[in-house]
């Protein structure tokens, strides 16, 4: 049997962070520049019904049968079989690898999913649909972190822009004219499932405040579809800028956020905000293909870890 492998993006947070959790709509798009990667090896002289997992980025090398049933990876091995109605594998290794950082806002843990979904439904010669890779991959999502709005799953299964509405069927975006976006890593890692819990206890203190937030939010996501799918992506910076504000108001932003949003703006990008959870993690800036260089070398003398330039356009 050859060897069987498939790789899934990155993705960052436009639109709508926090927010969405709370049903008001996101914009999410992939990123191409990072990928998670599973590959399935069949074990000729293996025990059959074995299956072995390495994961060296973090340290893991063990049977399926070894791990808890709550690990993430085998939870996605594990959701294949049982939906393809599986009880014993053929003996097989599977590796995963990842250029995409952990706990950082770009969807590592969705994208290392997709990637062993695919491998393994393929390596079994049943690949699973897009619908069933993002549905699956939503179950894993919320042993990592509890609450997911099911965001992640669904643009880095579909490796499209979205536009989410959490519980609503996926849409995706025609980007009109693609626009260019400089990430950059504060390289701290920031846990998602932390920052969730605090906003929801934060929500539950003052709800018409944070309610009131996130509707801002949710307008800024509209406002922003609208901008992408009618050609003028250049209003996406002051659309981000009043985002970040938001975020900063939620009590998800850090000082190393804010200084790299800061640093961006002053090097030109059109706007700037934190993407993800926050505290820790990725922030963007709106830039041009002239400017991108710029703004990234600008990130990085402000002390980003790197960063990463990414064109959005429709696919
Ligand atoms: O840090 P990330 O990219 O996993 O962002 C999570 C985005 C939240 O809206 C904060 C949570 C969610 O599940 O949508």
Known sequence: ??????????????FGEHAVVYGRPAIAVPVNEVRARATVNADPRGVPGTMRIQAPAIG??????????????????????????????????????STIPLASG????????VAILRALSAFLGQPLSDEQVSALAFKVEKLHHGTPS???????????????????????????????????DTGIPS?????????????????????????????????????????????????????HSLLQEMGVSSPELDRLVSAARA????????????????MIA?????????????LSAAGAYRTIVTTVHSK
């Open 106 to 113: 770009l969807g590592s843990g969705a994208a290392v999913s």
């Open 267 to 282: 090097s030109g990008a059109r706007g700037a905000k934190l993407s993800g959870s926050g505290r820790g993690g990725n």
């Open 286 to 298: 709106l830039a041009s293909p002239d400017t991108a260089s710029l703004v990234a070398n600008a």
């Open 150 to 184: 099911g965001i992640d799953n669904t643009v880095i299964t579909y490796v499209r822009p979205v536009y989410f509405v959490r519980g609503q069927p996926i849409q995706t975006l025609q980007v009109a004219q693609p626009f260019t976006i400089v990430i950059g």
């Open 60 to 97: 893991l090398d063990a049977l399926l049968a070894d791990l808890p049933d709550d690990q993430p990876l085998a939870a996605a091995v594990s959701s294949v079989l049982s939906m393809l109605e599986i009880s014993r594998v053929p003996a097989c290794t599977l590796r995963i690898t």
């Open 1 to 14: 049997m050859p060897a069987i492998t498939a790789s899934a993006p990155g993705k960052v947070i436009l």
């Open 191 to 243: 846990p998602t499932a932390i920052t969730v819990n605090d906003v929801r206890s934060l929500w539950g203190e003052k709800t018409a405040h944070y309610e009131s937030l996130f509707d801002s939010a949710g307008q800024i996501a509209r406002q922003a579809r609208q901008a992408i799918e009618s050609g003028r992506p250049e209003e996406l910076g002051a659309l981000m800028d009043t985002n």
